[in-house]
C-alpha cells in the first residue's frame, strides 16, 4: 500500500530542515572537488627517487648461530649478548626501483664466558670484546609506493671477525703438541648479506625508516695469535662457516641528491 501523502502543512514544517541538508551536501561536494587536486598530489608525491644517495643505519648488533652457538653451558658458561650496530651505504638510483652501491657494517658481540674449573676463575671473562667488520657491494630492488620505499637487498663482500681474549685467557694445543696461551680468535672471508628495509620519505629528498642487516659469513679459517700476538696460527675451519653470524637492525636515515 502506497503511503498517504503528506499534507501541505507538513511540507512547509520541513523546509528548513531540507533546506539545511541541501546546503551540508552541496557544501561537501565543494570540498570533495577542491580536495581532488590534493587527492592526486598524494598518490604522486614530490619526491627525489633517482641520482646518488647516501644512507645510515643505527640500532644494535645479535648473534646467529654458525659454527659456535650463540651460549653455552659446558666447560665455558655464558652467552654472546647483543651489542652496538651500525652501518654506512652510499651509492647511485639510477631508477625509483633500483639500487646499487657500496656499504660498511660494523657490529660488536657482547661475549659473556667464564670457566667452570679452576674455581677461582669463576669471575673472569675469557673474551674481553668481539666485533665485525664488514664491507659489500650492494644490490637492491624496490618497490615504491606513495612515499614508502619497500626494498629488499643482496650484498656479497668481504667480513672479519674477531673475539679478542680477556684475563681469564684459554689455552689451545698446537699441532706440534705445543699448549699455548690464546690473545685473540679471529676469522676473515666471504661474507653475503641480505636486508629488508622500509622506508618513508619525510621531505622530497629525506627518508626515514628501518633495517634488518642479515649478513652470513663463510671464513675458511678461523686464526689464533698466541705469544702475546706475535705469532698467528690458523686452521681450516670444516663448512666453511664463521663462528657466528651476525644482524646489524635499527633506524635507517638516508636521502637522495
Known amino acids: 500500500m502506497r503511503p498517504a501523502p503528506r499534507s501541505r502543512s507538513s511540507r512547509r514544517r520541513r523546509s528548513p530542515r531540507a533546506?539545511?541538508?541541501?546546503?551540508a551536501g552541496a557544501t561537501l561536494c565543494a570540498a570533495l572537488v577542491y580536495a581532488l587536486p590534493a587527492g592526486e598530489a598524494a598518490a604522486k608525491?614530490?619526491?627525489?627517487?633517482?641520482?646518488?644517495?647516501a644512507e645510515v643505519t643505527f640500532g644494535g648488533s645479535l648473534c646467529i648461530p654458525s659454527a659456535?652457538?650463540?651460549?653455552?653451558?659446558?666447560?665455558?658458561v655464558g652467552k654472546t649478548g647483543p651489542g652496538i650496530g651500525l652501518g654506512v651505504t652510499l651509492g647511485y638510483r639510477p631508477h625509483?626501483?633500483?639500487f646499487f652501491g657500496a656499504a660498511y657494517n660494523l657490529g660488536f658481540f657482547n661475549p659473556d664466558y667464564r670457566l667452570t674449573e679452576p674455581?677461582?676463575?669463576n669471575m673472569l671473562d675469557i673474551y674481553k670484546n668481539a666485533?665485525?667488520?664488514?664491507?659489500?657491494?650492494?644490490?637492491?630492488?624496490?618497490?615504491?609506493?606513495?612515499?614508502f620505499d619497500l626494498g629488499i637487498e643482496l650484498a656479497p663482500g668481504w667480513s672479519r671477525q674477531t673475539f679478542n681474549i680477556g684475563?681469564?685467557?684459554?689455552?689451545?694445543?698446537l699441532d706440534s703438541g705445543e699448549v699455548v696461551s690464546v690473545t685473540k680468535e679471529y676469522s676473515q672471508g666471504f661474507a653475503l648479506k641480505t636486508a629488508p628495509v622500509i622506508d618513508i620519505y619525510i621531505t622530497r629528498q629525506l627518508f626515514l625508516g628501518a633495517k634488518l642487516d642479515f649478513i652470513w659469513?663463510?671464513?675458511?679459517?678461523?686464526?689464533?695469535?698466541h705469544d702475546e700476538g706475535s705469532t698467528t696460527t690458523c686452521y681450516d675451519r670444516e663448512g666453511n662457516q664463521a663462528s657466528v653470524h651476525q644482524m646489524i637492525f635499527g633506524l635507517h636515515i638516508g636521502g637522495t641528491f
Do not use: M
Open 167 to 173: 684475563d681469564a685467557g684459554y689455552r689451545i694445543e
Open 19 to 23: 533546506s539545511a541538508w541541501t546546503l
Open 119 to 121: 674455581l677461582d676463575a
Open 68 to 76: 659456535a652457538d650463540c651460549g653455552s653451558a659446558d666447560d665455558v
Open 131 to 147: 666485533y665485525q667488520n664488514s664491507v659489500f657491494g650492494v644490490l637492491r630492488g624496490i618497490l615504491p609506493l606513495w612515499r
Open 45 to 53: 608525491p614530490n619526491v627525489k627517487r633517482k641520482g646518488g644517495q
Open 217 to 225: 659469513n663463510f671464513h675458511g679459517k678461523v686464526c689464533f695469535q
Open 96 to 98: 625509483r626501483s633500483f
